[in-house]
């Protein structure tokens, strides 16, 4: 394409957070569950389970947008998607992409020479805090393989479709 279509954050930023939790609802999360067949995940409590799945989508189109534009659409967005958080009673999602966004961007050289990046580092903080660190190895990878689709879509967005704009 050659021209991109100009959309506004804000417009761009309430289309993802929609997506983000049809794609986290109840029914599609208890799917996700009987895939991955890991009892870890099928123990670990409901509601934080789908907590943190929220906040992992959210801070994939945070991170899409913080590496795509800087500053000049990251941070004005990353308020806009506090505020539409908090409007739906989803403050709590919020608090949690905090720390995602912090173990996304701690990869250290030798994680990263070992293969391990900022979304593997986000998948490992959930196995801990929702599943208590026994989240079986093809879940952790299949996790990894999701949330990564999840950011590249965002990328391709940016990449070939959409220019965010003010």
Known sequence: MFFKKRVTYQVYCTASVEAALENTDEATLKE???ACSDSALNTADGQIFQLHMRALFIEMLLIAIAKSYRMEVGF?????VEQKLKELNLGEVSDIC?????ESAS???ADIAGGT???RNMVIHFNNV???GQLKGETIDRMHAELSAVL????RDF?????LTH
């Open 32 to 34: 996700f569950r009987q």
């Open 76 to 80: 004005p967005a990353q308020l806009f």
């Open 98 to 102: 905090h720390t995602y966004s912090h």
């Open 107 to 109: 990869p250290n050289l």
């Open 117 to 119: 990046d900022g979304i």
């Open 130 to 132: 929702v599943c208590g």
């Open 152 to 155: 590249e879509s965002h990328f």
């Open 159 to 163: 990449k070939h479709n959409i220019k």
